[in-house]
DNA sequence: CCGGATCCGTTTCGATACTG
DNA sequence: CAGTATCGAAACGGATCCGG
């Protein structure tokens, strides 16, 4: 299905195809996970996740979410050279999607993520919701340290 | 990033990359959305969908999803000729990434999607999973209808 | 008719090399 | 650091064919 435009099939407006459409593709949703949980922000920390993700694919990625208003692109203050991305509004909202799935691939998939933070997301799920908001609100742009731990 | 098997790429074990391994591909979660949500378990009833499935892509999927165990395939009792799909544990526990993902794109992609379906899932989300599951258990395969109507 | 399988042109992906 | 350019490999998807 790829993440193609021109497709003849995106006709219907059903939410889920919305959503499909945004990150439908497998490389934008983990794009968001790095911004919402692991504190990478630049398109060098993108590179360097485990995933192994190509330039090209990452800045093609990168142009799409921030077309979809998930993902701002701005340049650093103190460094020109620097970009940062962030997430706006929209894209923060996509947290719950991310929680649900992560804790149905923790449940089915046998992975690497540390069971207390499955726990408090299953258990706590809309604590654990606001509190990425909040953090993020505070402008801590850092990776999840606190309660929710590294969720790889 | 497609379903390919092969790709480098996939030995991350974060639960997320597990997810995406599992319907990453956009039709994947299609047909699950069409079993869960609108009553269709044969291989016509995925086809007529309004999103232009292609048979070759179809059987693969289904392949796919069932080597993945999150829906079963079974010959009808009644008629030799037909098959019938249906969700098993594992595809039903993906109900609340579904609402989710239904939700947020609701939210912020203008669909066509009944607005009081959405503030069901909003505002009564355990219930309204809850009520998938029970619907499923009762054996009522049809489409949904009572509280939570045709989610297109 | 139902549930696919096969063929095949087109599109997209993705690894690497290269550039500002 | 933050991306383009290139190019072979893979996936898509429409049409058609086939066994039951």
């Known amino acids: ?3 193609g435009k021109k497709s003849a099939r995106r006709r219907s407006r059903c939410p889920l195809n919305a959503t499909l459409e945004a990150f439908g593709d497998g490389w934008s949703l983990l794009i968001v ?3 919402m949980f692991k504190g990478r922000t630049m398109f060098k920390d993108f590179l360097d996740g485990e ?3 190509a330039t090209n694919i990452l800045a093609d990625r990168l142009k799409k979410l921030e077309a979809l208003g ?5 340049r650093d203050a103190s460094d020109a050279r620097r970009v940062r991305y962030r997430l706006t509004e929209k894209g923060l909202d996509l947290a ?3 929680v649900e799935m992560i804790v149905w ?3 089915y998939e046998d992975t690497d993520a540390p069971p ?3 726990r408090c997301m299953t258990e706590d799920r809309d604590r ?3 509190e990425i908001r909040k953090r993020w609100a505070a402008g801590e742009r850092g990776a999840v340290r606190s309660s929710p731990k590294s969720t790889s």
């Open 1 to 3: 299905m790829a993440v």
């Open 33 to 35: 996970r790095d911004l």
């Open 51 to 53: 995933e192994r993700i």
């Open 70 to 74: 998930i993902i701002a692109r701005e």
């Open 96 to 98: 719950p999607v991310l």
């Open 105 to 107: 691939g923790a449940r």
């Open 116 to 118: 207390r933070t499955i």
């Open 128 to 130: 654990f919701i606001a």
